[in-house]
């Protein structure tokens, strides 16, 4: 603190000249970040390898109030959390939390942290997310009078963020045997989910999930120009597993997930909550649990029964002439060109569907490597199809534009042929 006397320029910082003192503000520094486990014990102890708060001045008694928002009365209480996101009171000189029910905290009725103070768990329950950390000195008086941390309006200090990530408790695909091309099911089983912007990747067995130098496999309609491949699930209801319990289902065993090669194949995860983004490699850095592997045997032959020079099926009724035949790269789908200007789609003996639209013959057909086709023949078009879309002359354009917006550019430049 600098001195100025009345008989000096104080309108000017250089007439401030004289040293007075110091002055010390007591509290902690802003922009800490500290994570806790879904389903676990939530702790901030310089001993646990985290590092504690880091600050000044701080005191045995302070408390923490975790807020969805902001900090102070503005700010939503977290639900499912121990104690209510209203940790105990710091110990270790105020450098350590602990987030657990605290039955000697005497809060009055009426306040607006009374709901939370009973929360009896004493593992964390709240859903994946990040919330804000905010600080109330044990030392500093209410707007009342009163010392203490009564209600959310004492928690006006922003300390950082606390981030709830998701834990993998079991996983499983289906179908149980899967193999190369065939699409197959991925569920996760856990708590802590963000099922809309949580992904999985697949990565080949022996490389560390969040690794730089992650290889990458090709689930179909997936970007892998980053050397991965970013994968959505969805939300799926269980009412056999704890409450509490979410269930993620990834692939629609339809087109997705297929891979094209045998090998096992690690499951990561990405917690969009911690990285605010699942478009690099390192941010799936999740091993979906112990046992967050895939098996993926090598393509099927033919059966036995077919004996050398039998075909394994034939697909009749093209026409005149099939000038043009492509394998899916994702399963065992043929399209053939047929006489009449369309394209037809077998599966083994089944003729699954057929694309409509083109108005002269045809003389090529080809897959793209995520389930598209394009064909064109002597009229000089091609014309694209989703191989989902059936008879549908143009692509899914939802499919196509509709994507969030930290989601890879290069992914928008695949998908549009």
């Not at 690099?280 to 036995?304: F, H, K, M, N």
């Not at 078009?381 to 290069?410: D, F, G, M, Q, T």
Request: with cysteine; net charge negative; charged share 20%.
């Amino acid at each position: 603190m600098c001195w100025c006397p009345s008989s000096h320029e104080c309108e000017d910082p250089t007439g401030y000249t004289m040293h007075a003192g110091t002055m010390v503000v007591a509290g902690p520094e802003h922009g800490h970040a500290h994570r806790c486990y879904a389903e676990d014990l939530c702790l901030w102890t310089p001993a646990g390898g985290t590092g504690g708060i880091a600050g000044t001045g701080l005191l045995d008694g302070d408390r923490l109030l975790l807020l969805r928002g902001t900090c102070g009365e503005d700010g939503e209480l977290v639900a499912r959390f121990p104690g209510g996101g209203l940790s105990a009171a710091a110990t270790a000189d105020g450098y350590s939390f602990e987030w657990v029910p605290d039955p000697q905290f005497d809060i009055e009725e009426g306040s607006d942290l009374a709901p939370i103070v009973n929360e009896s768990s004493v593992l964390v329950e709240a859903d994946g997310g990040s919330y804000f950390m905010c600080w109330c000195s044990a030392g500093a008086r209410t707007p009342a009078g009163l010392y203490g941390c009564l209600s959310k309006a004492d928690f006006q200090y922003e300390v950082g963020v606390l981030y709830v990530l998701a834990v993998v408790e079991e996983t499983w695909v289906i179908p149980d045997c899967v193999r190369a091309y065939t699409p197959f099911q991925v569920y996760l089983a856990g708590a802590g989910f963000d099922v809309e912007m949580d992904r999985i990747a697949l990565v080949r067995s022996g490389v560390s999930c969040g690794s730089e130098a992650v290889e990458g496999v090709h689930p179909k309609g997936i970007s892998t120009a980053n050397g991965f491949a970013e994968l959505r699930c969805s939300a799926e209801v269980d009412n056999l597993r704890p409450s509490g319990t979410t269930l993620m289902t990834c692939g629609d065993g339809v087109h997705s997930i297929a891979v094209a090669s045998s090998g096992r194949f690690t499951i990561c995860l990405c917690d969009f909550s911690t990285h605010q983004g699942c478009h690099e490699a390192w941010q799936y850095d999740v091993q979906a649990g112990e046992t967050g592997s895939i098996l993926v045997l090598p393509r099927s032959e033919p059966s036995e029964e077919h004996e050398l020079g039998e075909p394994h099926f034939v697909a009749s009724g093209v026409g005149t002439e099939a000038a043009s035949i492509a394998w899916s790269p994702v399963d065992n789908h043929l399209a053939v060109t047929a006489s009449d200007y369309t394209v037809r789609v077998w599966s083994d003996n089944v003729e699954m569907y057929r694309l409509e639209g083109h108005a002269a013959e045809l003389r090529a057909v080809a897959w793209s490597s995520d389930g598209w086709i394009a064909a064109g023949g002597v009229a000089g078009e091609i014309r694209v199809w989703e191989a989902a879309a059936v008879a549908e002359a143009c692509p899914a354009w939802s499919l196509v534009w509709k994507k969030y917006a930290l989601e890879a550019h290069n992914d928008w430049l695949r998908r549009i042929l």
